[in-house]
């Protein structure tokens, strides 16, 4: 007879899954090696138990993402909500939140967010958007008050900002350089700012 699993002990495992998930995307710096042998592992379960909790690893995947984003939003919030200016209010979040390297969004890639929702089931599709494109774009215009052209430009300044801290140069250069992107990304928010 199986064990009969409270929802109580349901939702601490999926968590424990999830946190252990999401180290092991930090350790290994992205997605594609995760397997859940390796979750599975982590987390001091048997690989049959995995799929009592999701029915697959991308679900899992989608969890640890939907989870991360969340909490960038939050940290976003927060900053908002700081007596700054908002060039300040710019120049924290990405330095605090965006170059965090213990933000886990920052290892998916959106190859691997488009490939995440290939393998999973067709309800998860209508997410997609909120993931990458234009519902990204709607997100940060609504949090930051901003229209969709400045929504565009803030978004491709932080690819450029996110480019060049993945670059391979010498830490004085890439240094300077996020800076200068820093600085190029607060001035923009500040003129741009409707508060």
Same mark, same amino acid.
């Given at each position: 007879?199986?064990?009969? *699993?409270?929802?109580?002990? !349901? %939702?601490?495992?999926?968590?424990?899954?999830?946190? $252990? =998930?999401?180290?092991?995307?930090?350790?290994?710096?992205?997605? !594609?090696?995760?397997?859940?042998?390796?979750?599975?592992?982590?987390?001091?379960?048997?690989?049959?138990? @995995?799929?009592?909790?999701?029915?697959?690893?991308?679900?899992?995947?989608?969890?640890? +993402?939907?989870?991360?984003?969340?909490?960038?939003?939050?940290?976003?919030?927060?900053? %908002?909500?700081?007596?700054?200016?908002?060039?300040?209010?710019?120049? %924290?979040?990405?330095?605090?939140?965006?170059?965090?390297?213990?933000?886990?969004?920052?290892?998916?890639?959106? =190859?691997?967010?488009?490939?995440? @929702? !290939?393998?999973?089931?067709?309800?998860?599709?209508?997410? /997609? $958007?909120?993931?990458?494109?234009?519902?990204?774009?709607?997100?940060?215009?609504? *949090?930051?008050?901003?229209? !969709?052209? &400045?929504?565009?430009?803030?978004?491709?300044?932080?690819?450029?900002?996110? @480019?060049?801290?993945?670059?391979?140069?010498?830490?004085?250069?890439?240094?300077?350089?996020?800076?200068?992107?820093? &600085? +190029?990304?607060? /001035?923009?928010?500040? /003129? $741009?700012?409707?508060?």
């Amino acid at each position: 007879m199986p064990k009969i *699993i409270s929802d109580h002990e !349901r %939702k601490r495992t999926q968590e424990a899954i999830t946190k $252990h =998930t999401k180290m092991l995307v930090l350790e290994k710096r992205g997605v !594609r090696d995760i397997t859940v042998d390796d979750i599975v592992r982590s987390v001091g379960l048997g690989k049959g138990s @995995f799929y009592t909790y999701f029915k697959s690893k991308e679900e899992c995947l989608y969890q640890v +993402l939907t989870t991360a984003i969340a909490d960038v939003y939050e940290q976003i919030s927060l900053i %908002k909500s700081e007596n700054l200016s908002t060039k300040e209010k710019a120049a %924290k979040f990405v330095k605090e939140v965006y170059l965090s390297k213990e933000r886990v969004d920052y290892y998916f890639t959106t =190859t691997d967010i488009e490939s995440l @929702f !290939r393998k999973l089931p067709p309800e998860y599709g209508e997410k /997609e $958007h909120d993931f990458i494109g234009a519902g990204l774009t709607t997100k940060i215009m609504k *949090i930051m008050d901003i229209d !969709r052209t &400045q929504a565009e430009v803030f978004y491709t300044l932080l690819e450029c900002i996110e @480019f060049t801290a993945n670059k391979t140069i010498s830490e004085q250069a890439k240094t300077e350089a996020i800076d200068a992107l820093v &600085q +190029l990304f607060a /001035e923009y928010a500040g /003129e $741009h700012s409707t508060v």
